[in-house]
């Protein structure tokens, strides 16, 4: 059964700490992405990987960090210079060509108290 | 910048009454266009996309939308909702050329309830 899975569903963290999410592919799709899903923001680009060892800043990329030794896999760590890290967070990956159709999973939802 | 302007932030219909989402894009250049639908709990999954050919294109689900160039839009449109179309809508972006082509622009979507 192809697709992604992110772990875990739910989240919860103290302030402070630094929290990673996992999203694993098995369509061997080359790009992978991270967004940040907030209430009436729609879907904020955090960092995006064309290939494996190799990841981009998005446009909100301050306080995460990302790192992309295998193909299948694209960790997110929310760090505590985050400001506002409570979001729900979701993993995208495409097979890299035109027209860059994105598969989503099903998101984590972090909660940082 | 490039960017997505969903114009209706929440949606609210009767069973059966039709349905149009805007969405404006600003880029120049050429561009693939996409909807994405978020049911309650579920994965954002694809609606419909465009890319070349036939301006009005058909989707999932009994859902269509109309790129026109001219006026940087691509509609979304259905005759009939039903009640299990309440979800949140998202148009999405890619500019063709450059280093980031792959990357998705999101409006910040549009949410539709339908009262059966």
């Known amino acids: 059964d192809g697709g992604i899975t992110q772990s875990p569903k739910y989240l919860f963290r103290k302030e402070g700490q630094n929290v990673t999410l996992s999203c694993e592919q098995n369509?061997?799709?080359?790009?992978m992405y991270w967004y940040r899903q907030d209430p009436g923001q729609g879907l904020r680009l955090i960092y995006y990987?064309?290939?494996?060892?190799?990841?981009q800043k998005g446009d909100i990329a301050e306080g995460y960090s990302v790192s992309r030794e295998k193909k299948e896999s694209f960790p997110l760590t929310v760090t505590s210079a985050q400001k506002n890290p409570t979001a729900f967070y979701l993993c995208?990956?495409?097979?890299?060509?035109?027209?860059?159709?994105?598969?989503f999973g099903p998101g984590t939802r972090l909660t940082v108290t | 910048a490039q960017s997505v302007s969903q114009h209706n932030h929440h949606v609210i219909l009767s069973e059966a009454a039709s349905l149009e989402l805007g969405c404006n894009y600003s880029?120049?250049?050429?561009?693939?266009l996409f909807w994405y639908v978020q049911y309650p709990g579920q994965h954002l999954q694809l609606l419909l996309k465009?890319?070349?050919?036939?301006?009005l294109v058909k989707g999932i689900k009994g859902f269509e939308a109309e790129f026109i160039k001219s006026k940087f839009s691509f509609n979304l449109r259905k005759p009939s909702v039903q009640w299990s179309d309440t979800a949140e809508y998202f148009c999405?972006?890619?500019?063709?050329?450059?280093?980031?082509?792959?990357?998705?622009?999101f409006g910040k979507g549009t949410k539709l309830s339908v009262k059966p």
């Open positions: 995208a990956s495409s097979n890299g060509r035109f027209p860059y159709e994105q598969y």
């Open positions: 369509l061997n799709h080359d790009a």
């Open positions: 990987s064309q290939i494996v060892n190799d990841f």
């Open positions: 880029y120049g250049g050429t561009v693939n």
């Open positions: 465009y890319f070349s050919g036939d301006p």
């Open positions: 999405a972006v890619n500019a063709r050329g450059g280093g980031s082509q792959g990357n998705l622009i």
